[in-house]
């Protein structure tokens, strides 16, 4: 296999990697903890094609639930993903492949004129698909109400997610300088 062909399995091996570190710096704050996750995927959208960004999370998915301590605080198991919290892993994978696209389809509109809004989009695709799986399944679980479960689940972390996804442009536009980031085809 050639050097650009092994390429993009080494990219989602590697975020996939970060992303289970990401998952081990934990400030519980309820029953839903803080952790880097949505900085690193965030990220991750930001400079990764949608298949690569998706193969990550998925990669990272697939060893939890097959018993690696990758979790939050070290969880493993299919446990974890039926849990309370769970939605919140599917979340990832489904915005992680949805933001990616956005930003691409958006950013082969209009080239590097476009990147900030293909970025800001792309963030609060990938948020707001997190949330809505995670809201869903945590309700769903834990037997609350989507008022409560949006009160205990996802209100306190806006603020929060907010300020990842801005350090996550930061980073992303680094990486991107460095020539490291997602090359987005030309418009046809």
Do not use: H, W
């Not at 993009?8 to 590697?14: D, E, N, S």
């Not at 309820?30 to 949505?38: E, S």
């Not at 679980?141 to 209100?155: L, M, N, P, Q, T």
Request: charged share 10%.
């Amino acid at each position: 296999m050639t050097r650009s062909r092994l390429l993009p399995f080494v990219r989602a091996a590697l975020v996939a990697a970060l992303i289970a570190a990401s998952a081990l710096v934990t400030v519980p704050i309820g029953p839903v903890p803080v952790t880097l996750q949505v900085l690193v995927i965030a990220v991750a959208v930001l400079v990764l094609s949608p298949a690569e960004a998706a193969a990550a999370v998925g990669l990272y998915l697939l060893i939890g639930a097959v018993g690696m301590p990758v979790f939050s605080g070290g969880g493993a198991g299919a446990g974890v993903l039926a849990g309370p919290t769970g939605g919140f892993l599917f979340g990832f994978f489904a915005g992680a492949l949805a933001g990616a696209a956005i930003r691409r389809a958006i950013e082969a509109t209009g080239g590097q004129r476009r990147g900030l809004l293909a970025d800001i989009v792309a963030l609060v695709v990938l948020v707001l698909v997190t949330y809505v799986a995670g809201l869903a399944q945590f309700a769903a679980v834990s037997g609350r109400s989507i008022a409560d479960a949006f009160a205990v689940a996802v209100a306190p972390f806006v603020v929060i997610d907010l300020a990842k996804a801005a350090v996550a442009m930061l980073v992303a536009r680094a990486l991107r300088k460095a020539g490291l980031g997602d090359r987005v085809p030309p418009p046809a």
